[in-house]
C-alpha cells in the first residue's frame, strides 16, 4: 500500500505541532524535505526526522504510529487524503481541517475540530473540553464537517458552532452547544447539564438530558422532516458509523430562551 | 400540398421531415411529501399553467416518479421540470410557482432536481414567509431551510440547479383520420415518452391540438395558428395535409439534453407505429422552419 508512516521516536518527548503533516501538504514533497519539516515547539526546533521514524513513499494516505497526548494539532489544515493516527492525540487535532478524513484510534485533548470546515475526522476513544469550539480571539467554533467521537467528550462542545455535525456515540459534558449559532450535536448517549446554554440557533439531539436550562421550553412531539434528510444524510457520508435514524416523532424543546430562542433540543419520543 | 415522401409502418407513413428544436434553460426540483398522491397534487400545481413559455413564462412538467429511496427525506416524491429562455427569465418563475404551489400544499418538501454547477434561488424566498422564525440547517454542500408553517415544517433547499443546454421544441404531428383513434394513440405516445428520463410533454396531457407557425397578420403577435395543418382550410391554403386527413395532433417535447430528446421522439414514434393505422393514423410529420431558425434538428428517419 502506498502512503508515508511516521513513527514516534522513544526519545521525543516535548510537544510537537504537527500542523500541515498531512498526506496533502506532504505529497509534493521528498522524503529528505520532509524530515526537515520543524515540529517542535521549544528553541530547539525539533525536525520530523527527529521526532519520527520516516517509511513509505508520500501518497494519499499518511499513517502516524504510536502517537500520544505530545502530539499537538495532528491533521491542522488537511484538505484531502487519508490521515490514520495509531494511538491517542493532544490538543487542537484536525484544526482548520477543510477536508479529508482523519483517524483516531485513541482518545483526543482539548478543541478537537476547532475551525474546522469540512472532512470527517473519527475518534474511538474519548475526546476532551472544547471539541468544535471557538477559541479565544475566534469568532466562531466549527464551520463544517463531521466529527463521530465513539466514546464520551468533555465540556462546552460547539461552543459557538456555526455549521458541521459532530456525533458522540456516549454523552457529552456539560454545556454542549454553549452560544451556538448552528451545526448539530448529536449525543446517542446523552447530553450533560445545561446544554444549549445561551444558544441561539442549531441542534442537539440526545435521549436524555441530564439537567436542563429553565430557558428552554417545550414545544411539543413533532414528526420533522429534517430529521429524516439529517439521518439519510450522515448514513451516505458515514456509513456504519452514521447514528441509528431518529425515530419519525421527536420532543422539540426550544432556547435557549435568553437569546433570540431558535436553537432547538430534539429527543426521540 | 401534402408531404408523401418517407417510409411506412405499420400503415402509417413517417415523413421525411425533420423537428427543429431550440436551445432553452432548465431547472429541476424534487417535490415530496407524506404520499405519493399529495406530492402528485403539489408538483401538478406548481407545473400548471405551464404549456408554453410565449404565454406562460415558463414550461412546466412532471418527469419522474421517486421511490423513497431516491428522495432526500425518504418520502415519495416527483421530479418536476421548468423550461425557459434563460435562468433569469426562471428565476419568478420558480419563486412564484413554488411559493405559491408547493409552500402551500400540506406535508410538501422541495429540494434540488438539477445536478449542476450553475445554482437558481430555490428557498430563497419562500424562506422569508417564515418572517423570522425560519432556520437553516446545512448538510454537506446543501442548505435546508425550515419554515414554520400550520401542519409542520416545509423543508426547502436554499437552490436548484440550473442548466443552459436544455432543447425545448422537439416534436412529432401525428395526423389521421379518426379524431378519438387519434387522441388514444397520442396518449399511448405521451405515456412511452414519459418513461424517458429528462424530459417532459407541457401541454395539456401531453398533447396540443393547436400547433403554431411563426408570425401573424395581426400586429402584437408573435405566433399564430399552423394553417398548413388545420384540415379544415385544407383547399384555401397551401396545406401540408391529404385529403384523408381530419385531425393533426401535436407533442412537443422539452429535455434536459439532446439526447434526452431524441429518445423521446423516437419511443413516441414507436408507440405510434406499434398501435399503426389500425387507429386512424396515416402519417407522422414533425414541425420545422426550414432548419434556420432552431440549433436541434431530428430527422423522423433517424428515430425509427
Not at chain 1, 111 to 114: N, T
Not at chain 1, 175 to 181: K, L
Not at chain 1, 256 to 261: A, E, L, N, P, V
Not at chain 2, 128 to 133: A, E, K, L
Given at each position: 500500500m502506498s502512503g508515508l508512516t511516521l513513527r514516534l521516536k522513544a526519545g521525543a518527548g516535548e510537544r510537537l505541532d504537527l500542523t500541515g503533516v498531512t498526506p496533502d501538504k506532504l505529497a509534493g514533497l521528498s522524503t529528505g524535505e520532509i524530515a526537515k519539516l520543524v515540529v517542535g515547539?521549544?528553541?530547539?526546533?525539533?525536525?520530523l526526522g527527529d521526532a519520527f521514524d520516516i517509511s513509505g513513499t508520500p501518497g494519499d494516505t499518511l499513517t502516524i504510529e504510536?502517537?500520544?497526548?505530545?502530539?499537538?494539532?495532528?491533521?491542522?489544515?488537511?484538505?484531502s487524503g487519508k490521515l490514520r493516527v495509531k494511538g491517542s492525540v493532544g490538543a487542537?487535532?484536525?484544526?482548520?481541517?477543510?477536508?479529508g478524513r482523519l483517524e483516531i484510534s485513541g482518545n483526543a485533548g482539548t478543541?478537537?475540530?476547532?475551525a474546522m470546515t469540512g472532512g470527517i475526522i473519527h475518534l474511538a476513544g474519548n475526546a476532551g473540553d472544547g471539541l468544535g469550539a471557538v477559541l479565544p480571539?475566534?469568532?466562531?467554533g466549527m464551520a463544517g464537517g463531521i466529527v463521530v467521537v465513539s466514546g464520551n467528550i468533555g465540556a462546552r462542545?460547539?461552543?459557538k458552532m456555526r455549521r458541521g455535525t459532530i456525533i458522540v456515540k456516549g454523552n457529552t459534558g456539560a454545556?454542549?452547544?454553549?452560544?451556538?449559532?448552528g451545526g448539530t450535536i448529536w449525543a446517542e448517549g446523552g447530553l450533560g447539564v445545561d446544554?444549549?446554554?445561551?444558544?441561539?440557533r442549531g441542534t442537539l439531539i440526545a435521549p436524555k438530558i441530564e439537567r436542563l436550562l429553565p430557558t428552554f421550553v417545550d414545544c411539543g412531539r413533532h414528526d420533522l422532516v429534517i430529521t429524516r434528510i439529517l439521518s439519510r444524510y450522515l448514513k451516505a457520508e458515514l456509513?456504519?458509523?452514521?447514528?441509528a435514524p431518529l425515530p419519525h416523532f421527536v420532543r422539540k424543546l426550544g432556547g435557549?430562551?435568553?437569546?433570540?430562542?431558535r436553537g432547538e433540543i430534539l429527543m426521540p419520543a | 400540398m401534402s408531404q408523401t415522401s418517407g417510409k411506412t409502418i405499420n400503415g402509417v407513413l413517417i415523413d421525411d421531415t425533420f423537428a427543429e428544436a431550440f436551445g432553452m434553460s432548465a431547472t429541476g426540483m424534487i417535490i415530496t411529501a407524506d404520499t405519493l398522491k399529495w406530492a402528485r397534487i403539489a408538483a401538478d400545481t406548481a407545473t400548471g399553467?405551464?404549456?408554453?413559455?410565449?404565454?406562460?413564462?415558463a414550461e412546466c412538467g412532471t418527469d419522474r416518479i421517486l421511490s423513497p429511496d431516491d428522495t432526500p427525506d425518504g418520502r415519495p416524491g416527483v421530479r418536476i421540470l421548468m423550461f425557459g429562455f434563460s435562468p433569469e427569465a426562471l428565476i419568478p418563475q420558480v419563486k412564484n410557482r413554488i411559493g405559491q404551489c408547493v409552500l402551500t400544499s400540506p406535508g410538501s418538501a422541495c429540494f434540488n432536481g438539477l445536478i449542476s454547477d450553475q445554482k437558481l434561488g430555490l428557498g430563497q424566498g419562500p424562506r422569508?414567509?417564515?418572517?423570522?422564525?425560519q432556520t437553516a440547517k446545512k448538510l454537506g454542500a446543501s442548505r435546508y431551510w425550515r419554515v414554520p408553517v400550520m401542519d409542520g415544517e416545509f423543508v426547502i433547499e436554499e437552490t436548484c440547479g440550473v442548466t443552459t443546454q436544455a432543447v425545448g421544441g422537439g416534436n412529432l404531428l401525428i395526423i389521421g383520420n379518426d379524431r378519438p383513434g387519434l387522441l388514444e394513440t397520442a396518449e399511448a405516445a405521451v405515456a412511452a415518452i414519459a418513461k424517458?428520463?429528462?424530459?417532459?410533454?407541457?401541454?395539456p396531457g401531453g398533447i396540443v391540438r393547436s400547433g403554431s407557425k411563426v408570425g401573424?397578420?395581426?400586429?402584437?403577435?408573435?405566433a399564430s395558428t399552423n394553417d398548413a395543418f388545420c384540415p379544415t382550410v385544407r383547399g384555401t391554403v397551401?396545406?401540408?395535409?391529404?385529403?384523408?386527413?381530419?385531425a393533426v395532433l401535436e407533442i412537443v417535447i422539452d429535455g434536459l439534453t439532446s439526447t434526452a430528446v431524441a429518445d423521446a421522439m423516437r419511443a413516441g414514434l414507436k408507440a405510434i407505429t406499434g398501435i399503426g393505422?389500425?387507429?386512424?393514423?396515416t402519417r407522422v410529420s414533425a414541425g420545422n422552419?426550414?432548419?434556420?431558425?432552431?440549433q436541434y434538428h431530428y430527422h423522423l428517419k433517424d428515430l425509427i
Open positions: 515547539t521549544d528553541k530547539e526546533h525539533m525536525t504510536g502517537a500520544g497526548a505530545t502530539l499537538d494539532f495532528v491533521g491542522g489544515g488537511m484538505a487542537y487535532a484536525g484544526r482548520k481541517m477543510s477536508g478543541y478537537l475540530a476547532s480571539g475566534e469568532r466562531f462542545a460547539g461552543d454545556q454542549s452547544g454553549a452560544r451556538m449559532v446544554p444549549g446554554f445561551m444558544m441561539r456509513g456504519d458509523l452514521a447514528p435557549d430562551m435568553s437569546t433570540i430562542g | 399553467f405551464g404549456t408554453s413559455v410565449i404565454g406562460c413564462g422569508f414567509f417564515g418572517d423570522g422564525f424517458v428520463d429528462d424530459v417532459i410533454t407541457p401541454f401573424t397578420k395581426y400586429k402584437g403577435m408573435f397551401k396545406s401540408e395535409l391529404g385529403p384523408d386527413a381530419i393505422a389500425e387507429k386512424g393514423v422552419y426550414g432548419g434556420k431558425l432552431g
